[in-house]
């Protein structure tokens, strides 16, 4: 089981960029999927969660200019991240809750991390 990231990049601010995790192998389900991000020398914090239902959760901060989505059909979560700005920068992080078989526990599965860089 993996979560595959990628659309990071680099990108003037003021641009939007786009980004999509696909979890792959055996899953039984995926619960809450999300992203997180890490800047350079700082924690990693949350940017936004969204249910299997469709229901999100977002950094407060970063409300109104990122939009979290999915397609359970693909199992992927989206991030369209507009307007952004140069404390946008750092690694972001989709992260899965899924069970891999009916009888599992729900765990934690990252993807990999995708760079995205915000010039000025």
């Known amino acids: 089981v993996q979560l595959q990231a990628s659309g990071g990049g680099l990108v003037q601010a003021g641009g939007s960029l786009r980004l999509s995790c696909a979890a792959s192998g055996s899953i039984f389900s995926i619960n809450d999927m999300g992203w997180y991000r890490q800047a350079p020398g700082k924690q990693r914090e949350l940017v936004a969660t969204i249910t299997s239902g469709g229901d999100t959760n977002y950094a407060t901060s970063l409300k109104g200019r990122f939009t979290i989505s999915r397609d359970n059909a693909k199992k992927t979560v989206y991030l369209q991240m507009n307007s952004l700005k140069p404390e946008d920068t750092g690694t972001y992080y989709c992260?899965?809750?899924?069970?891999?078989?009916?009888?599992?526990?729900?765990?934690?599965?990252w993807g990999q991390g995708t760079l995205v860089t915000v010039s000025s």
């Open positions: 992260k899965a809750d899924m069970k891999i078989r009916y009888y599992s526990i729900v765990n934690d599965y």
